[in-house]
């Protein structure tokens, strides 16, 4: 290898990630939990702009709550993750009034899902390309199902 290719291949290696794609109109519910902080919550993953080679999936996912937490109902992000072994990060993040971003900004990496959690049902299903019905508007659903 010369000295070229050498300084080439760190340089690649090096480089960011690129940007995630701009969350699209193919939002689909991949989870419903509760906890006792928020009531309930639906999941949902743009399966629109999902990206997956290997056990390695990108997806954008927006998480929307029966009660507002520090005044959003909403949370989303672009997860990339493992779907063997259940490890993510997260860029892209911002915190939702209905469809108004309220705060951004921001990125989590090295965590792993735990059994039992809501970003864990989340990875699943996306891996499985598990949908729980067909397209929908992450606002309007949670709205009819929280009945406000």
Same mark, same amino acid.
């Given at each position: 290898m010369t000295g070229f290719e050498l300084i080439a291949s760190i340089a690649a290696?090096?480089?960011?990630?690129?940007?995630?794609?701009?969350?699209g109109a193919d939002w689909r519910?991949?989870?419903?939990? !509760?906890e006792p902080e928020v009531g309930r919550i639906i999941g949902f993953a743009?399966?629109?702009t999902? @990206?997956? +080679?290997?056990?390695?999936?990108r997806f954008w996912l927006e998480y929307r709550l029966e009660r507002a937490a520090e005044g959003a109902d909403g949370y989303r992000?672009?997860? !990339?993750?493992?779907?063997?072994?259940?490890?993510?990060g997260s860029t892209g993040?911002?915190?939702? @009034?209905? +469809?108004r971003v309220v705060e951004s900004g921001g990125e989590e990496s090295g965590l792993t899902a735990a059994p039992g959690t809501t970003m864990r049902a989340?990875?699943?299903?996306?891996?499985?390309?598990?949908?729980?019905?067909?397209?929908?508007?992450?606002?309007?659903?949670?709205?009819?199902?929280?009945?406000r």
């Open positions: 290696a090096a480089a960011p990630a690129p940007a995630p794609p701009p969350p519910v991949v989870l419903t939990d !509760s743009d399966a629109g999902m @990206a997956r +080679a290997g056990d390695q999936v992000g672009h997860v !990339s993750a493992d779907c063997g072994t259940f490890t993510y993040l911002a915190r939702l @009034a209905g +469809a989340a990875i699943e299903a996306v891996c499985a390309a598990r949908w729980q019905g067909p397209r929908v508007d992450p606002v309007a659903h949670a709205r009819a199902e929280f009945a």
